[in-house]
């Protein structure tokens, strides 16, 4: 019997092990560093407690690069739910050309996310971007307009590419959820003569709750962290306008050579994640408990 | 007209601007691909000719074909792991209850956390330890492993869609709990295991950071890394190659996908067996 | 294949120098073009086939990612043998003891070969450290035609860049006065006028000259030119690459860059009316070129420096020398190449060279890749109006003495 107990931790063991191994040691790594004396190079010289930290707190870019960061994360994480829940819905309903429709929607997640980035670069330069003479030929610009080179056009260009690329997985998501709903509760609400919006309301929203709550967590995960967009556009700039915490980390780390800040940067933020998830869990079990 | 057909004006019309914008990159990266290398760094967006031959030079010059091999090797052996270790992980999330159990969602959830940027150096550190530089075990564990989390929630749901009876039946009748797995159970997952294994597949693709710091010779690069390194310090970028290179890159897999969107929702938890 | 013959009995000809050598080489190549891998690849092949029981290995690298892969490498200890690197960041590597002194590997016949101006960057307290693998300075380019169309003659002082530059965006379609205002080397741009006008990067009393009088009048300079519409538009977007692609085009009548253009322009737009002027001058007539270099550097913990040395004797003949700096559109770092017909009488090259005489390298000092960003930070804001010359170069000035001054 003792053998049946133990099957669920025998199965689970080896994905277990072989996530962890892969973020625990780099985990411990940045710990050494993020309080080490560490050289540009990342050899560690000696202990230096919370003084990278410390240094990292006081730095003004990264007050800038928290609140923008804040602003990226929030932006896209909630555009691409808006966009993904009404886009899921209409391709959960059959129609004509429904398969390339999906296909469509579906298509950002097949490129690399650097080389969109890059593509959107190219499309957006000022004088020979294919974007401005897109939208001149169009008629709905007279001049070029230069996109990448002040941070009020590059931030909320690079905020579109964001939702762009976080809707396939997003829409996936939600098409799963709508799938799992079963035929006969949208058959008892109809019978029961629910009118469509109500139907929607009662039957479909609370049972995608679980669908978009993990939407919503990984979005911000995979979002906070993203580091091509706004590298690959922008660089961060200019003058750092488009910094967020992770460029601004990169440039501590690989530029500067400040590697003992660049580390103990790394654990603020995922400390940042970390609370993030375990508040937003935390607040939707107690939202399950009043409900039932 | 019937009532598919106005829901196809109406869903196309809604989805419009949506399509719009996905389709602009490509339909930027497949003009410039196009364009003779004179008129690539004109905006315009008819070429005056079709450079078909681009994609040809490109091929040549990028040493793409090497690069495709190694992009397949590394995303199928990792995408093989991966689901390996996943499936019996996430059929003891769904299936059983047992202490630990949110426990173990959540710390699948915190490797999520660690931007690649930020586990390099460790992880560089690690391979370097195992004796892994440049060769691609390096690079197929740490893509598996990151894809662990993902692949086990996605498989999860879907297992979840599997009522528990058909299982229990088979038990009923005397089978044992791994014949019941393998005869009842597996069939019924295959299209979650294929959507799973789908996506796994084309994170490894497309992943760029971690295969950068673990591969030193061009012999063992992967695409990501040679069509980035067309663009990345070079004093003439080639954008004609770089277009028709990131265009390669992505056709398999978006022919893959047009293959098997069908299957990739019903993966998810679609159409239980009543 | 003529190339290749003459290689070959360059070969043969050094053949008999070449000592009796074994083992593998790790060689980190940056990657300028689609030329450069294939070159050292060919070079490799050649040296084995001369020494056999050697096996070099090449290890393409593009630019953008070279210091992090290097950094990453270093951290684990396993970096290559030798590593082509920005010599402004040489000095980090000699201070972490990183850095093996070049005549511990090579010999002084070979360090004999250099122009001597050209090893000062890689000279750190008297030791030689990195040698000079590709060397370029910059200087004006100016598209004859718009410049006729718009009838200004080529400028040769900053008053006259205005001039010129309002005359070809009255009398043309084209941008007057490319300005670089994003990536790399955007404060080197920058220098072109805090130099000509009397002012320093560091001053001799090892503060920053970023709040001097010249640094302020430079920056108002560039400023005054872009409101008054005599640069290109979104300056701030764009980076070297993109400035040249423009001029390229004819879409902008000057820039001020590097060799390199004129191999692009020779292969992209061969039909360009174009000529090469010196750096414009300030009012005293000064005029300074900003000198690069990249080097070799051999690591302190290579355990293959014979055989690095030898290689290194062999890359650095002539022939591959040229073959080299000609391909990838640079200026030659040897007395020999540079006494090649193809260098010698190249008209433009010689633009360059003689600029050479006059040209001033980013400083060595720790730090330097803070500083430039804290520079260009503070360049881009003002290109955008954000704020003024004197406020954000006051600033940057106080934050790169921090700098300084902590890195003491």
Same mark, same amino acid.
């Given at each position: ?6 099957? %669920? ?16 040691? %780099? ?8 309080t ?10 000696g ?36 966009v ?9 309903r ?61 931030? %909320? ?25 079963p ?22 929203l609370?049972?995608?709750?679980p ?7 990984l ?13 690959a556009?922008?660089?961060?700039? %200019?003058a ?8 601004y ?10 590697l ?33 | 007209?019937?009532?598919?057909m ?81 499936i ?32 390099v ?8 330890a ?34 528990r ?8 009748e ?78 398999p897999?978006?022919v ?19 | ?5 003459l ?6 000809a ?9 083992g ?20 490799a ?21 070279l210091?992090?892969k ?9 970096? @290559?043998?030798?590593?082509?690197i ?18 511990d590997?090579?010999?002084q ?32 380019y ?13 400028p ?10 309002q005359?070809?965006?009255?009398g ?63 300056a ?9 692609n ?28 174009y ?52 391909g ?15 260098f @010698?009488d190249?008209?433009?090259?010689q ?5 050479? @005489? ?7 000092i ?24 004197? @406020? ?17």
């Amino acid at each position: 019997m003792t053998r049946r107990r133990l099957l %669920p931790y025998l199965l689970a063991a080896p994905g277990l092990a072989l996530a962890l191994v892969i973020v625990l040691w %780099p985990l411990w790594q940045l710990l050494v560093i993020g309080t080490g004396d560490v050289n540009r190079f990342g050899q560690v010289r000696g202990f230096s407690g919370a003084d990278n930290l410390l240094a990292v707190l006081a730095d003004p870019d990264f007050h800038a690069a928290l609140g923008r960061t804040l602003v990226w994360t929030v932006g896209i994480v909630l555009g691409t739910i808006l966009v993904s829940f009404p886009v899921a819905l209409i391709l959960d309903r059959d129609f004509h050309g429904r398969g390339i429709a999906r296909v469509i929607v579906m298509l950002p997640w097949a490129v690399s996310l650097t080389m969109t980035a890059i593509v959107w670069r190219w499309a957006l330069q000022g004088e020979s971007g294919m974007l401005n003479s897109a939208l001149r030929g169009l008629g709905v610009l007279d001049g070029n307009v230069q996109w990448l080179a002040q941070a009020s056009t590059a931030f %909320p260009m690079q905020l579109l590419i964001g939702v762009l690329v976080s809707i396939p997985f997003t829409v996936t998501v939600f098409l799963g959820g709508l799938a799992s709903i079963p035929e006969d509760l949208h058959e008892a609400a109809a019978l029961e003569g629910a009118s469509p919006w109500a139907a929607f309301r009662t039957v479909t929203l609370p049972l995608m709750a679980p669908f978009v709550n993990i939407a919503v967590i990984l979005n911000t995960i995979y979002v906070f962290n993203s580091f091509p967009i706004i590298w690959a556009t922008t660089g961060g700039g %200019p003058a750092s306008s488009t910094d967020i915490l992770v460029t601004y980390l990169y440039k501590l780390g690989f530029r500067f050579g400040r590697l003992g800040d660049a580390a103990a940067l790394s654990l603020v933020m995922f400390a940042l994640l970390l609370l993030f998830t375990v508040l937003y869990v935390w607040l939707v079990e107690r939202q399950q408990r009043r409900d039932a | 007209m019937t009532r598919k057909m106005r829901r196809t004006i109406w869903s196309w019309a809604l989805l419009s601007p949506l399509v719009v914008l996905t389709l602009f990159p490509f339909a930027v990266m497949l003009v410039t691909a196009l364009k003779p290398a004179s008129e690539v760094l004109r905006p315009t967006w008819l070429p005056s000719r079709l450079a078909w031959e681009n994609f040809g030079t490109m091929w040549q010059a990028t040493g793409f074909g090497r690069a495709l091999w190694n992009s397949v090797v590394v995303a199928t052996l990792s995408t093989l792991l991966a689901v390996a270790v996943s499936i019996p992980l996430a059929y003891a999330l769904d299936r059983h209850r047992f202490p630990g159990r949110s426990a173990i969602r959540q710390i699948l959830l915190v490797t999520q956390m660690l931007s690649p940027i930020v586990l390099v150096i460790g992880l560089f550190r690690l391979v370097v330890a195992l004796g892994w530089v440049d060769s691609p075990w390096g690079v197929v564990v740490a893509y598996a492993a990151f894809s662990v989390a993902f692949t086990t929630w996605m498989l999860q749901a879907s297992f979840a869609a599997i009522p528990r009876e058909i299982e229990e039946a088979a038990w009923l009748e005397g089978a044992s709990g791994w014949t019941a797995l393998r005869t009842v159970f597996l069939p019924q997952a295959l299209p979650g295991i294929a959507a799973a294994a789908l996506f796994s597949f084309v994170a490894a693709w497309n992943e760029f950071v971690i295969a950068l710091t673990l591969l030193r010779s061009e012999e063992s690069y992967t695409l990501p890394i040679q069509v980035f390194s067309l663009v990345a310090g070079r004093y003439t970028v080639e954008w004609h190659h770089v277009m028709a290179a990131t265009l390669s890159a992505t056709l398999p897999v978006a022919v893959v996908f047009a293959w098997l969107q069908r299957y990739l929702v019903r993966g998810l938890g679609a159409g239980a067996v009543k | 294949m003529k190339t290749l013959s003459l290689s070959l009995l360059a070969l043969l000809a050094a053949a008999p120098a070449l000592a009796q050598v074994e083992g593998t080489l790790r060689f980190t190549v940056a990657e300028y073009s689609s030329a450069t891998g294939p070159y050292f690849e060919d070079l490799a092949t050649q040296f084995e086939a001369a020494n056999p029981g050697t096996d070099i290995q090449i290890e393409v690298v593009p630019w953008d990612v070279l210091l992090q892969k290097l950094t990453t490498d270093i951290s684990a200890g396993v970096n @290559a043998d030798m590593a082509i690197i920005g010599t402004r960041w040489l000095i980090d590597f000699v201070n972490e003891g990183l850095a093996a002194p070049a005549s511990d590997v090579v010999s002084q016949e070979v360090l004999d070969r250099f122009v001597p101006a050209l090893l000062e960057p890689g000279t750190l307290e008297g030791t030689l450290y990195g040698l000079p693998v590709a060397a370029s300075a910059r200087a004006l380019y100016v598209n004859d035609a718009l410049l006729s169309q718009a009838g200004a003659a080529a400028p040769a002082t900053w008053d006259e860049v205005r001039t010129a530059a309002q005359a070809v965006v009255d009398g043309t379609d084209a941008a007057g006065f490319g300005l670089q205002g994003n990536e790399i080397e955007t404060d080197v741009y920058f220098y072109y006028a805090l130099w000509s006008f009397g002012g320093d990067i560091i001053e001799a009393d090892g503060t920053s000259g970023l709040d001097s009088p010249a640094a302020i009048e430079a920056a108002t300079l560039y400023k005054e030119m872009i409101d008054a519409g005599l640069t290109q538009e979104g300056a701030t977007a764009m980076s070297r690459e993109d400035v040249q692609n423009l001029f390229k085009q004819g879409g902008v009548s000057m820039v001020i860059t590097a060799p390199f253009l004129a191999n692009q322009i020779a292969a992209e737009v061969p039909d360009l009316d174009y000529s090469v002027h010196p750096v414009p001058a300030g009012p005293t007539g000064a005029n300074f070129t900003y000198g690069v270099t990249d080097s070799i550097v051999v690591f302190e913990n290579s355990q293959n420096k014979e055989l690095a040395g030898a290689f290194l004797d062999f890359a650095f003949q002539p022939e591959a020398r040229a073959r080299f700096t000609s391909g990838e559109g640079f200026l030659p770092v040897t007395t020999a190449e540079a006494a090649l017909p193809e260098f @010698a009488d190249d008209p433009t090259l010689q633009v360059f060279t003689g600029l050479m @005489a006059n040209a001033r390298f980013a400083p060595t000092i720790p730090g330097w890749e803070e500083i430039a960003q804290i520079t260009s930070d503070a360049l881009q804001r003002v290109y955008l109006g954000e704020e003024t010359p004197e @406020a954000a170069l006051t600033a940057a000035a106080a934050e790169i003495d921090g700098i300084l001054q902590s890195n003491q």
